[in-house]
């Protein structure tokens, strides 16, 4: 009871000596000594009052503002992280944008060889079998000893189909062999793989001109590639060996790591042979001729 007092007895003067000032306020303009004496004790109060219902107005708008702000910031959060998806996408489809116009102009570039398109699904998991499946089979015309190429050189070959997939033996495979020779000597050999970088250029006679820096390229004497593919590039020679071969060591012009599309060559169409058709041709071409007058072909007279 004694405390519910002690802290009622303070209030009650509170408000006895405001209702006194308020009386007091409306008479005369002069103030009797007891109302000068409550005003100095009633001012201190009211000004901490005052002092403390600006400060619970300044507590509650800063409250709010952090409100608003902490849901402002959470939008643009929201907004910075979408855009940096859309970023990340758009990056995505430039790269393959740029991959599949290298593997189309490489495709345009030899239109006497019709090729498949396809994605690299999966590799093979085995440590020494180097292959990779792709999303084309029998059912778009992929059979097994076919090219695999890429706009950057030779994937591999086929060796298993089914109507949907196929499995490819990369060039870095242990058993694969390619017919192969030097682009600036005609110096002939078989690449073969080692299972990985290197890849092995056998067979290459010691009186060959081979050098670091040189192109590999297809010969198309097996019957499985197109003449004239990259292959990789010179980056050893070794002429100490005791026999009869130089031994040299070939960077792969491809990415192996780094496939996700190549092209399947269905149907590779052989070269023109322009020593065989010498004969058929020229009668065809004088008897243009003397139609021109002996002028050349496309110039009037």
């Known amino acids: 009871m004694f405390n519910r007092l002690k802290w009622l007895l303070p209030v009650i003067t509170l408000v006895l000596a405001m209702g006194l000032l308020s009386s007091q306020g409306r008479q005369e303009r002069g103030r009797s000594p007891m109302a000068s004496a409550v005003l100095e004790v009633v001012g201190p109060v009211e ?93 778009e015309g992929v059979a097994v000893d076919q090219s695999v190429l890429h706009n950057k050189g030779v994937v591999g070959r086929v060796v298993e189909v089914t109507p949907h997939y196929a499995r490819v033996l990369l060039a870095t495979d242990f058993n694969s062999s390619i017919d192969a020779f030097i682009q600036r000597t005609r110096a002939v050999g078989i690449l073969s793989g080692q299972g990985g970088k290197p890849l092995n250029l056998k067979y290459v006679r010691k009186d060959e001109d081979v050098r670091p820096g040189d192109l590999v390229v297809t010969s198309g004497l097996d019957g499985f590639f197109p003449k004239g593919v990259a292959l990789g590039t010179v980056s050893r020679v070794d002429r100490h060996s005791a026999d009869l071969f130089v031994s040299v060591e070939v960077t792969p012009t491809v990415s192996f790591d780094r496939l996700e599309e190549v092209l399947v060559v269905i149907d590779q169409r052989p070269p023109i042979d322009w020593l065989t058709m010498a004969p058929r041709l020229r009668p065809l071409l004088e008897d243009a001729l003397d139609a021109s007058g002996g002028q050349p072909l496309g110039v009037g007279r």
């Open 47 to 139: 000004n901490i009052l005052t002092s403390s219902a600006r400060g619970v107005e300044n507590i509650w708008r800063r409250y709010f503002s952090l409100v608003g702000l902490t849901r402002e910031n959470d939008i643009l959060r929201e907004i910075i992280d979408r855009q940096e998806r859309q970023i990340v996408q758009l990056n995505e489809y430039k790269a393959a944008n740029d991959r599949l116009t290298g593997l189309l102009k490489f495709r345009d570039s030899t239109p006497m060889t019709i090729m498949k398109p396809a994605h690299v699904l999966a590799w093979d998991p085995g440590p020494w079998f180097r292959s990779v499946i792709i999303s084309a089979g029998s059912n």
